[in-house]
C-alpha cells in the first residue's frame, strides 16, 4: 500500500481536553510532517519533524518520532472546537524524489 | 513565502468531456510538481510526479493517457482530465517545492472536480 497507517481514523473529544493521533510508516525517511484538512478545503501545514529528531513543539502541537518503530504522534493539547478537522501524517521516503506519502487520516471531532 | 496558486477552485462539466487544471507557482521555480487525488473522506493519493521538460511519472494503477500532464515551464503544471466520467469526480491538489534551500512542502488550494 502507498499509504501509512494512522490510528484512530476518528476521535471525538470534549474542549480543552488532549487529542493524540499515531501515525506508522513503512520506508526509511528524510523528515515526517503533519497536516490539517478541513472538510472540503486544502492542506495546512503543522509540523515538520526530520528524521534524526525525536520531538518537536509548536504552540500547542506536539510531535514525537520513533524511527526505530517506524511511528509517530501527534499530541493537541487544550483543544479548541476550532480544531476539527482531519489531520494526516506524510512521509519524505529517503530516495524517494521528493515524493510525500500521506497516511489514512484521523477525523478529529472537538466538541464545545 | 512560496505561494502554489491552482485553478479553477471548483469545476463541473459532462461526463465525456477534458477537464485542465493549473498549478502555477507564483514566487518560485519548481522543476518538480506533484498531483495528488482526495476522494471523499479519503486521504490524499499520489497520482504522478510532474517533471519540467520532461515526461511525467505516474503512479501505479493511474492511467497516464486519462490523466494528461504537461510540465511546460518552471512554473506551471498542468494535468488535464480527458473523457471525465462521474468516478473522476475528486478533490486534485498539486505541490511544488521551492529549489531554494529554506522553504518547504507548498501545496496549492485543491480543484473539486464533479462530473455530471
Known amino acids: 500500500s502507498q499509504q501509512g497507517e494512522e490510528d484512530p481514523q476518528a476521535l471525538s473529544i470534549q474542549e480543552g481536553e488532549n487529542a493524540t493521533m499515531n501515525c506508522s510508516y513503512k520506508t526509511s525517511i528524510n523528515n515526517l510532517q503533519w497536516y490539517r484538512q478541513n472538510s472540503g478545503r486544502g492542506l495546512v501545514h503543522l509540523i515538520l519533524?526530520?528524521?534524526?529528531?525525536r520531538e518537536k513543539h509548536s504552540g500547542r502541537l506536539r510531535v514525537t518520532l520513533d524511527t526505530s518503530k517506524k511511528s509517530s504522534s501527534l499530541l493537541i493539547t487544550a483543544s479548541r472546537a476550532a480544531d476539527t478537522a482531519s489531520y494526516f501524517c506524510?512521509?519524505?521516503?529517503?530516495?524517494?524524489?521528493?515524493?510525500?506519502?500521506f497516511g489514512q487520516g484521523t477525523e478529529l471531532s472537538v466538541k464545545p | 513565502g512560496a505561494v502554489v496558486s491552482q485553478h479553477p477552485s471548483r469545476v463541473i462539466c459532462k461526463s465525456g468531456t477534458s477537464v485542465k487544471i493549473e498549478c502555477r507557482s507564483l514566487?518560485?521555480?519548481?522543476?518538480?510538481m506533484f498531483w495528488y487525488r482526495q476522494f471523499p473522506k479519503q486521504s490524499l493519493m499520489l497520482m504522478a510526479t510532474?517533471?519540467?521538460?520532461?515526461?511525467?511519472?505516474?503512479e501505479q494503477g493511474v492511467e497516464k493517457d486519462k490523466f494528461l500532464i504537461n510540465h511546460a515551464s518552471l512554473t506551471l503544471s498542468t494535468l488535464t482530465v480527458t473523457s471525465a466520467h462521474p468516478e473522476d469526480s475528486s478533490f486534485y491538489i498539486c505541490?511544488?517545492?521551492?529549489?531554494?534551500?529554506?522553504?518547504?512542502?507548498?501545496f496549492g488550494s485543491g480543484t473539486r472536480l464533479t462530473v455530471v
Open positions: 519533524i526530520r528524521s534524526n529528531e
Open positions: 506524510a512521509t519524505d521516503g529517503s530516495n524517494q524524489g521528493g515524493k510525500l506519502i
Open positions: 514566487d518560485f521555480q519548481a522543476t518538480t
Open positions: 505541490r511544488a517545492d521551492p529549489t531554494t534551500e529554506g522553504y518547504g512542502y507548498t
Open positions: 510532474s517533471n519540467e521538460g520532461s515526461k511525467a511519472t505516474y
